[in-house]
């Protein structure tokens, strides 16, 4: 059974940094595609970044310059790399794992705050 796990949320102040990481189980984790998707309070869902099997990466408008997306194979995890963090940034990550079907991680929250 697939299962995937977010982690690295918390506080942070305006300007800071964050990685959060999403470990995927139970599948072969280079066929899959990796997004990671975030929603706010009274917002739906919104897709932050994205990276396919061969390393083509796509990013929001929004976070574009600020953040990284990136993959290690080996470990079978996909990092998001968050710089300038602003309070707009605040929200639930959530991983998703695709190839054919998509798999959800239960989320992690970022809170941009002073």
């Known amino acids: 059974q697939v299962q995937v796990v977010e982690s690295g949320g918390g506080l942070v102040q305006p300007g800071g940094s964050l990685r959060l990481s999403c470990t995927l189980s139970?599948?072969?984790?280079?066929?899959?595609?990796m997004g990671w998707y975030r929603q706010a309070p009274g917002k739906q869902r919104e897709l932050v970044a994205s990276i396919t099997s061969d390393n083509r990466t796509n990013y929001a408008d929004s976070v574009n310059g600020r953040f990284t997306i990136s993959r290690d194979n080996a470990k079978n995890t996909v990092y998001l790399q968050m710089n300038s963090l602003k309070a707009d940034d605040t929200a639930v990550y959530y991983c998703?794992?695709?190839?054919?079907?998509?798999?959800w991680g239960q989320g992690t929250q970022v809170t941009v705050s002073s």
């Open positions: 139970g599948a072969t984790f280079s066929i899959f595609a």
């Open positions: 998703n794992a695709q190839w054919f079907v998509g798999h």
